[in-house]
């Protein structure tokens, strides 16, 4: 079944007007059976999900896609999953793995708390990424921010043991409050040598977004967070 272009409900994301292109919609027709998955669903069987037993990866918010794409073709070894609220996104990301026959990529178009409380296994997960989220900056709508405390929680909840939740921001303020939650965070250990950032894996591209913003002087701040129970 083809997701509805106008999700009722989304609290993980804001949705961010774009047009959606003839090409990425005729995507869905042509490859959303192959990459698209739906909450109606339910609980996923990822060895059924895949057809084949791997470790698996999920990314919240991964916009226009180019990063996860880059980084399921780079793994083929691994699955991942996307979660995506815009639609362009969606359809540009499942035209492109279709046409280059992925087999490692599945898509939700829906809101990732739903996707997270529904649809995803406890303990199943070996990488969770979530990478430059809304930051909300002003300080009034600092509330809104996806990494809370309980969210967190519900991160590690989907993790395996010893798997790694790896956020990244380009907001200094964002990061200082993503670091300040995950060293507080119960069940969590830090990656990094010196206890706070971690430089950049060589797994997460480094989107157009990033290198515009590193042209202006801009700063990304990745961290890694391992679920130590």
């Known amino acids: 079944m ?20 003839l090409g990425q919609k005729a995507a869905f027709d042509q490859w959303w059976p192959s990459y698209g998955l739906s909450l109606h669903d339910g609980l996923l069987n990822l060895a059924d999900t895949f057809q084949r037993e791997a470790s698996t990866v999920l990314e919240i918010g991964f916009g226009m896609g180019d990063s996860l794409l880059e980084m ?15 639609p362009p996104g969606v359809g540009r990301l499942i035209n492109q793995a279709g046409k280059e026959g992925l087999t490692n990529l599945r898509v939700f178009m829906a809101d990732a708390m739903d996707v997270l409380e529904d649809c995803i296994p ?17 300080k009034k709508h600092h509330k809104r921010r996806i990494v809370q405390p309980a969210f967190v929680q519900k991160i590690r909840q989907k993790l395996i043991p010893g798997g790694v939740f790896h956020l990244a921001t380009d907001w200094q303020n964002y990061a200082e409050h993503m670091l300040e939650v995950m060293s507080q965070a119960e069940g969590f250990g830090n990656l990094s040598e010196t206890g706070d950032y971690s430089p950049r894996p060589i797994y997460r591209p480094v989107t157009k977004f990033e290198k515009r913003g590193e042209r202006l002087g801009h700063g990304v701040w990745d961290l890694l967070f391992q679920r130590l129970n």
């Open 122 to 138: 406890d303990a199943s997960l070996a990488r969770l990424q979530l990478y430059f989220p809304d930051p909300w900056h002003k």
């Open 72 to 86: 399921a073709r780079n793994e083929p070894d691994k699955n991942f999953i996307g979660i995506e609220v815009h």
């Open 2 to 21: 083809k997701p509805e272009f106008k999700p009722k409900s989304i609290r993980s994301f804001v949705i961010r007007a774009g047009r959606i292109t």
